[in-house]
């Protein structure tokens, strides 16, 4: 469950896993509770000193009791969770990589392998992002404050407009349509006119990347 990426595990619960023994459809069998301490002894050898967190709880149906561990969601930045003690049924070798399928825990292939590296590097990715917004930023208000005066010679908008749309290139996000429409604009009524919407496609971006 914590080798899920960010994505999928917020379709459902909050991104929280839940691993429930002593029950399953149609039938409450129960489990002979244990100390927390013991519990987490017999588990923490196949997680290794960084596992994922998990809070195990148990909880009394009326005719006996569940034990019910909830994992806490995955995160950007986390690391893949490798497994760190061999089992032997199923059959896994110190350092597998399991991952929660529907219906399943099976052995990560390389497109999941890859999916959970792309989580890991994820906040460094956001935060060359951001620096590149913020350089878009500040040269699309370096071409306003020459676009906004009316008596500004054409040719004082080339250095502006080739620094922006320089930056723009290499832009490795979604496409900011609006900005594409500033840059390209015919004349400085026409780029007086997209100032703000570039602005805005800027502004929004920024707004994404907070919410990752």
């Known amino acids: 469950m914590a080798n899920r990426t960010v994505a999928v595990s917020m379709r459902a619960m909050g991104g929280f896993g839940y691993i429930v023994i002593g029950a399953e459809p149609g039938s409450v069998t129960g489990v002979v509770p244990i100390d927390s301490s013991e519990l987490g002894r017999g588990i923490q050898p196949f997680l290794g000193p960084n596992g994922p967190a998990r809070h195990p709880d148990y909880i009394n149906t009326g005719t006996a009791t569940v034990l019910i561990i909830t994992v806490d969601p995955p995160r950007p930045g986390d690391r893949i969770r490798t497994l760190d003690k061999e089992t032997e049924r199923p059959k896994n070798v110190r350092g597998t990589v399991l991952i929660r399928r529907p219906g399943e825990t099976a052995q990560a292939d390389p497109g999941e392998i890859r999916a959970m590296e792309d ?17 878009i930023g500040e040269a699309l208000g370096d071409m306003w404050e020459v676009v906004k ?26 496409p900011m349509q609006q900005l594409g429409i500033f840059l390209n604009a015919g004349s400085l009524v026409q780029a007086q006119m997209y100032y703000a919407a570039a602005r805005a496609d800027i502004d929004a971006q920024l707004f994404l990347l907070d919410q990752e």
């Open 149 to 174: 005066d009316p008596n500004v010679a054409a040719n004082r908008l080339t250095a502006p407009r080739d620094r922006l749309r320089t930056l723009v290139a290499g832009w490795d996000g979604p």
């Open 119 to 135: 989580r890991y590097i994820a906040p460094t990715l956001a935060n060359r992002r951001r620096e590149r917004l913020e350089k």
